[in-house]
């Protein structure tokens, strides 16, 4: 057994997609980004390559190149599954943003990991925070997410 943390960070701005692990969430904002900007998929890739030892997303989707232009990040994550070569055990996240709520869409974004990652829904833990109002994350401009993940 192997384990790994990750987190990724994103501006919001308007005219963008807000897409939470696989989920497109209704709201005005989106993450601005290369790829889709996935934050929460970004964590739990950053999160597997860790606990291989195989270096992070920068290095393995670099944001300079064309093909990663607007790419699903679910790609990302079962490309670095099959990197890592393990079978995932569990992963425990948290997104951290102002807004919109992200309760109502929790089960629906677990449900989503869970086809993506293959493994049932009850290993797969997705947790949100709001910042209390305090720094960009608090302000509405930022959203984060934090991944520990378990291979073997
Ligand atoms: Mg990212």
């Known amino acids: 057994m ?16 807000l897409v939470i692990g696989g989920v497109t969430i209704p709201y005005c904002k989106g993450e601005e980004a290369h ?6 998929i970004h964590a739990i890739v950053d999160a597997i390559l860790g606990a291989a030892a195989l270096g992070d997303i920068g290095s393995i989707f670099p944001d300079s190149e064309e093909w990663t232009k607007g790419m699903d990040s679910s790609i990302m994550l079962q490309k670095a599954i099959e990197m890592a070569g393990s079978e995932i055990v ?31 829904i009850e290993r797969i833990s997705v947790k949100a925070k709001s910042a209390e109002g305090l720094g960009a994350i608090g302000e509405g401009l930022a ?9 073997e």
Do not use: C, F, M, W
Not at 35 to 40: K, M, R, Y
Not at 103 to 108: A, E, F, G
């Open 2 to 17: 192997r384990i790994g943390t990750g987190s990724d960070i994103h501006r919001l701005t308007e005219g963008r997609d």
């Open 35 to 40: 790829s889709d900007g996935d934050v929460l």
């Open 90 to 120: 569990n992963i425990d996240a948290t997104v951290h943003l102002e807004s919109p709520k992200l309760r109502p869409y929790i089960l629906l974004i677990r449900e989503r990991l869970s086809q993506i990652v293959g493994i049932p």
């Open 143 to 151: 959203i984060a997410a934090d991944a520990a993940v378990l291979i």
